[in-house]
Every structure is written in structure tokens, then in C-alpha cells.
């Protein structure tokens, strides 16, 4: 045992000292030491997080709309670089075995403009809180699936815009040119696009107008009043890069007294867009479900002028395209004129969700003509479309001139018997029925098709 020294001694007798108890705590200087060494990991760790966070190209930061990046992976972040972004050129459509938004060239005084495309491209993946959001039905907002294709960058009266496509949607990215945090982001389903549907997309909505960004196949654009199918169509001009200027736009109309449509020429076609507040312009289409075409005969304006005003009902609904069917013309009683029947079904972009309504349109005296009565409206129905049944049957319980009622019904051609039962009863042999009805009275309507089967009216 070796000797006891004063020094050693004193520290024998210190309360530290206990012969009986493990002591694993360092000492003073050894944990000053490890204080230090953590302090200065913390410091590093904070300098290479601020130095990631700040790096040029990530679209993040403290005067950004985009939010805060959560993950990160090569793929994702190829797909925010503006300098991958896919570019078309100008003449590539003549040559182009597709007619689609594939096929748009890269337009826009902007489109080098690697800033703007950045932040679209950041705002796009992780929209911050001050980013207005909108989204037709059934479209995806996730990040671009890729590198997705620049159709369009400029700047189009007091905002910088920026349109992308990624195959499945169309993006439009929008900010004040004037600067500031705040900015927009529309989505629109595109997917399975053919030319006549992708003849025009909104670029800007200001001021209760509308401007539109036209594919480059279009030779013509005009403007066409809905509610005045005997007025020739308004020359609309476009500046270089297909940019229309500004017209009416119905979508934000507090009345139905007109309803300007743009009126595209596209190669030996006529085609009628109408906005329905959405990114992509509805195309307006008459005729039977199995052959639909552009409105583009007196007939068909007149048919439409009094269907217009019943477009707001699927109005931001992701349509597509809207037609208007005429399956019935019948002889009012009392030598009250003759009354169209049509059906008017809205397809949407998802493949869901249609609607159909069918419309009663007895003669009218103003102008313009009053707007058709709807007999009765379906939803997700295959009603009066292309891969549903034809036969549709409606009625209508109306006033003669006279102030007698009757309850009024038509079918399509399938039709070779109606009979009307309840508050009021009646049959007719052939697809038109009328029969004398109190006011108020309330019946069921079926009829008879060829082969034997029994349908029953819209609903």
C-alpha cells in the first residue's frame, strides 16, 4: 500500500471520496471540454443547414411563395430545374403525328427567364400559404411528374404568367409583375386531348374579361355572341406569340343578356369555346350523340341562343365539352307554334360527373328569345352520350296562350307510345303527347320503345 501524502490524505478524507460508491461522472474540466465540443457541432450544423437552405435553384427562402421543402430526391428535384423544363419548337405541330398540348410551341417573351420559371416550378411542387390554389374536379395538385413542357412565359397585363404541361394537366403559374409574395396556381385536366379540345387555354382573367393563349394551328379568332345567332362574328386580334386581347367573359356575367364564345378557324372548322371559369374553354357542339359538330349552321345558333343561358349550372365543373341535341319538334295544342325538345349533356374532363339536361323551348317573342325551360336534369347518367342509350323521354306540365294547362311530353325516335299516369292520365300512340292538366297537377310519364321495352322519362 503505497504511503499517504498530505495531498492525497485530503483527498480521502473530501466528501467526493466514498469507497463504497462508482463514481462516473467526469470531472469539471472534462465536462467543459465536452460543452465546447458540442457547441461547436451545433455551429457547424446550423452554418451547412443555412448554406442548404440558401443554395441558388432551390425556390426557397423568407420572400418566396413556396413553402419549405419536406423532401428531397433527385428525381424531384430534376423536375423543379427551369433548366430541364422540355421546350417545343415553332414548327414542330406541322410535322406532329399528334394534335395535342404536346405539340404547342414554347412561347412567351419570358421563356428564358430562369427566375420566373424557377419560382413556377418551386410553387408548383410546395404552394405556400399565400398561394391561391384552385383545381377543377378530379385533378391531382401533387408536383410535376417530371420535367414537365413550357408552353407559355410572359407577361400578360399586370402579372407575370408562366403555363406548364406534364401530360396529364395543364399548370398555370401567376404572379404580380410588380413584385410581392403573393401568386396563383391553377390546375386543369388535359389527358386524352385531341385538336379540337386543345385549340385555347385562359391565360389571364381581369376586369370581367378574358384572354386566351391559342394552339398555333389556329389561323382565326372571333367573337361570337351566343344569345344573338343572327349577328356576325367580332374579329379578335392576337399579338405574336397567340395571345388573344381581352373580351367578355361569362363565367363572371351577373346577367344572361349576352354570351360572348370564341369563335377559333381551325384549318376548314369553325369551332366555338366558352369559358366556364376554368383553365380550358368548354367546346360547344350540336347534333346527335353519336355524331356531334361544331355549332356552326343558323339551326344550331338558334338552338343554342336559348340554351346559353343555362351553361351556368355546369359551370367550374371540369367540362370539357358541351352539346346540345335536338331529339323532338311538336305541334302545340291551340295552334300555340311548334316547341323544340333537346337534350344538352355537359361531358367532363375526369370522365365523371356529367350532367344532362333536357330542355323545353316553346316559340318565344323577345329578344333575344327567352331561355328553354329544363323538363328534367340527371347526373353521371349516359343519357343522351355517346355510349348510352338514345331513347329519351321528357315532359313539361305548360300554359296556352289561351290559359288552359296541359302536360306536355316528347321522346326520341326509339319512342312508339307515351302514357302519362297520376294527377293526370292520358296515352298517344307515335313520340308526342298532350294532354289537359289543372294547374299545379303532378304525373308520371313512361313510354314505349321499339322491341317491347318500357322506359321512363329523365330523371
Same mark, same amino acid.
Given at each position: ?8 490524505g ?36 446550423l ?5 442548404l437552405?440558401g ?19 433527385p ?9 430541364? @423544363?422540355r421546350r417545343?419548337?415553332?414548327a ?19 421563356a ?7 419560382r ?8 405556400g400559404?399565400t398561394?391561391q @390554389?384552385?383545381?377543377?374536379?378530379g385533378?391531382p ?14 407577361? @400578360?397585363d ?15 403559374y401567376?404572379?404580380?409583375?410588380d413584385g ?40 382565326r ?14 374579329p ?6 397567340g ?11 351577373r ?27 368548354a ?10 359538330s ?15 343561358c ?10 370539357r365539352?358541351?352539346?346540345s ?15 323544340e ?23 318565344s317573342?323577345?329578344?333575344?328569345a327567352s ?17 348510352g ?38 296515352t298517344?300512340k ?27 322519362a329523365?330523371?
Amino acid at each position: 500500500v503505497a504511503a499517504e501524502t498530505p495531498e492525497s490524505g485530503a483527498l480521502l478524507r473530501s466528501p467526493e471520496f466514498d469507497p463504497c460508491s462508482l463514481q462516473a461522472r467526469p470531472t469539471d474540466l472534462m465536462r467543459r471540454r465536452q460543452h465546447a465540443k458540442a457547441a461547436l457541432a451545433a455551429t457547424a450544423a446550423l452554418l451547412v443547414c443555412g448554406t442548404l437552405l440558401g443554395l441558388p435553384g432551390d425556390g426557397w427562402g423568407p420572400e418566396s411563395a413556396a413553402a419549405p421543402s419536406y423532401a428531397r430526391n433527385p428525381m424531384a428535384q430534376a423536375a423543379l430545374d427551369p433548366a430541364k @423544363v422540355r421546350r417545343v419548337a415553332p414548327a414542330f405541330w406541322e410535322g406532329s403525328a399528334r394534335t395535342d398540348f404536346s405539340a404547342w410551341p414554347t412561347r412567351g417573351a419570358l421563356a428564358n427567364d430562369t427566375g420566373l420559371l424557377r419560382r413556377a416550378l418551386a410553387v408548383w411542387a410546395r404552394p405556400g400559404r399565400t398561394v391561391q @390554389v384552385s383545381t377543377t374536379p378530379g385533378t391531382p395538385s401533387g408536383p410535376p411528374m417530371g420535367s414537365p413542357q413550357l408552353l407559355y412565359a410572359g407577361r @400578360v397585363d399586370a402579372a407575370r404568367i408562366v403555363l406548364l404541361y406534364d401530360g396529364l394537366r395543364v399548370v398555370r403559374y401567376a404572379e404580380a409583375a410588380d413584385g410581392g409574395d403573393a401568386a396563383g396556381l391553377d390546375f386543369a385536366r388535359v389527358d386524352g386531348a385531341d385538336g379540337a379540345a386543345s385549340g385555347a387555354l385562359v391565360v389571364a382573367r381581369s376586369d370581367s374579361n378574358v384572354r386566351y393563349l391559342t394552339a398555333p394551328w389556329v389561323s382565326r379568332t372571333s367573337v361570337r355572341d351566343l344569345r344573338d345567332p343572327q349577328a356576325p362574328a367580332r374579329p379578335l386580334g392576337r399579338d405574336a406569340d397567340g395571345v388573344t386581347e381581352p373580351m367578355g367573359s361569362p363565367a363572371t356575367a351577373r346577367d344572361c343578356g349576352s354570351w360572348d364564345t370564341l369563335d377559333l378557324r381551325d384549318g376548314s372548322h369553325d369551332r366555338l369555346l366558352t369559358d366556364l371559369g376554368e383553365l380550358t374553354p368548354a367546346r360547344l357542339t350540336s347534333g346527335p350523340p353519336s355524331s356531334p359538330s361544331d355549332v356552326s349552321s343558323t339551326q344550331d345558333r338558334v338552338a343554342w341562343a336559348r340554351t346559353a343561358c343555362l351553361l351556368p349550372t355546369v359551370r367550374s365543373h371540369g367540362v370539357r365539352s358541351v352539346n346540345s341535341w335536338a331529339f323532338a319538334r311538336q305541334t302545340l295544342p291551340e295552334a300555340n307554334g311548334t316547341a323544340e325538345w333537346l337534350c344538352t349533356r355537359a361531358e367532363t374532363w375526369r370522365g365523371t360527373g356529367s350532367r344532362v339536361l333536357a330542355q323545353f323551348q316553346p316559340p318565344s317573342a323577345t329578344k333575344p328569345a327567352s331561355a328553354g325551360a329544363i323538363a328534367a336534369r340527371a347526373e353521371d347518367s349516359l343519357a343522351c352520350g355517346a355510349r348510352g342509350p338514345r331513347e329519351v323521354l321528357a315532359g313539361v306540365l305548360w300554359k296556352s296562350r289561351g290559359g288552359q294547362w296541359y302536360v306536355l311530353a316528347a321522346g326520341s325516335e326509339e319512342f312508339r307510345s307515351l302514357e302519362v299516369s297520376g294527377g293526370v292520365k292520358g296515352t298517344a300512340k307515335g313520340r308526342m303527347l298532350a294532354v289537359r292538366a289543372s294547374a299545379g297537377a303532378r304525373a308520371e310519364l313512361k313510354g314505349a320503345v321499339e322491341g317491347g321495352g318500357s322506359v321512363g322519362a329523365l330523371r
